[in-house]
């Protein structure tokens, strides 16, 4: 088979997969280190979940044998370059991970020894263990990068402060509004509200205020060319656009009716 | 050990466990809910990392917090480590503890609210605490809003491991975000008679959502009992979950069972009187029963009630009995109904005599 971009062999074949649509890419070994396929941007190993069905992971079988010298890998495709996940050059690396080494500094754990047992050493390690296990991470949970919904209580306290405090950025006011108000909040589950907190404003004007923020981001970074950022932000969004439309869906009264009845 | 209410008291095992009891609502396809969360200590090391005394401090914490939580009207503590086996096989018989828990000498620790043994914390299994909440019926949302409301009572004396991007931190990355995961344990012969569960599964599989046995991970369907749950934890918050699976999933996959059973009557009637009437000849005449055969008979003739087949439908056995009684003839709960110890082949011929007792009207339950 010969590379999507060159007439070369390809050896490297990639298939990504988002909400069951299906893409394919083909690319010989060069082409594929320019568009960043190996090393750092494309972690080897996966993370396998310990319950239920395998998530779409590297590593598995190879698909053309016995040519291929690379593994055929599934990628999610917030970890590709362009909209159409094909064509677009990503010069630059996203920011650099906190742990390099790939050490956590609160327990000695590695990324190795992660890939062993699948278990992490301590809570630090999620920030020391850098941007090689948020891909994992991102990769286990379909492309999720960062928490929406419950918090703790004394902090959720603290951000409503926070919140109501001028000079707060939309971002910070935006995650507490996503966190506090889901439709359980308003019903079954007093855990989320603090009475006598300051009011959150409405869910859609703090995510409108999030969604600002981020096409700004969005811009800048296709400005500096920076292709990978940018595919993230834009996949944020995305994902603050599908949240903002399931969120709001009230239990239909039906649905109300049973709960009642139920024990 | 004295005490009745205890779990793994002669009176509870021959009581069965409320969450066996079915529900109103769907009761005929739906036994149960939970909601499981997962936390963790900040400033300790996960347990595949921690230190005997650092172990022993996150229990000595978690158990000081516990007491102080009210989470119900009486609560039990086990030391899980200093108990007998037979007593560990109990509460995981019962999905009070997970088999993990049950594992091994290391400290860890169970507290089960009484009597109602609704709601449970698991202390240094995988994580330092999974908080759990078990309800009879179609009660997701009660079982996630009690769940919720245990959490935010022992948080209020724990300083539990969350960030900003990551939200819960847990052991294993699988579980980061909410922690939360919510399963219905649904009854599905039909569906597993017609072959039709395999595509329950697959198309499960595809939403995200994981299909187990009725002893959860790597466990078979025994009795036709499948529990459905939610893989995913991290970028969806709890309200979406439960929404998804309280108002699409399960009432979706509600609505096939019922299909597959009026099809199947429909189409092969003598079929499922003949399914279901060897199971109940078995239960009422076999002298030896294994517990997987057991199940799988009681799973037969409760799909005999429900389709009103003659010879099932006139047992003395209703629904919920049919149901405490998977639970009451797995090996453990067996010898404490039966206040001895059993070898396997004792306990085939006890289990056939319970069974017989139980589903003959003379001297039935």
Redo the contacts between chains.
Sequence with gaps: MKCDRCNAEATVHEVMIRQ?QHAERHLCERCAAKLGLFGKRNPSAA?K?????KPPTAGDAPIEPPKPTHSFSITPVSKLPGPSGGTAPVPALGPPAPARAGTCR????TMASFRQ???????RC??ELGET?AG??ER????????????????LAEARIRAATPGVTPDARA?IA??SS????SS????FSTPGAPAIPALTIEVSARRKSLREQLARAVELEQYEQAAKLRDELA?LDR?LS??I?Q??PD?KR??E??? | MSDTRAPWSVESARRGAGWLLGGAIDGDVVVSCRVRLARNLSGFPFLSRATLDQRLEVMDAVRAQIARASLGPALLWANIHELPSLERTLLVERHLMSKELAKGDLPRGLAVTLPDERVSVMVNEEDHLRVQCLLPGMALPQAWAMASEADDRLEDGLDIAYSSRYGYLTACPTNVGTGVRMSVMLHLPALRLSAEIEKVKRAASDMGLSVRGFYGENSEASGDLFQISNQRTLGRPESMILAELHEQIVPTVIAYERAARRNLLDKQPRLVEDQCGRALGLLLHARLLTPEETMGAISMVRLGRALNIADCASIAADDATLLQLMLQVQPAHLQRIAERQMDQQQRREYRADLVRQRLTPATGA
Excluded: M, N, Q, W
């Design positions: 069951g993370l979940p310990s319950k239920g069905p609160g327990c000695g754990k047992d699948e278990r992490l050493g301590c809570p999620y920030d296990l994992l991470i286990v949970h379909d492309g999720a990068s960062c928490h929406v919904g419950k918090i703790p209580k004394r902090l995650s996503l966190t889901s439709p359980a909040a079954s589950t007093p855990a994902r949240l399931t969120t869906v239990p239909a649905a049973r709960l009845g139920t024990p």
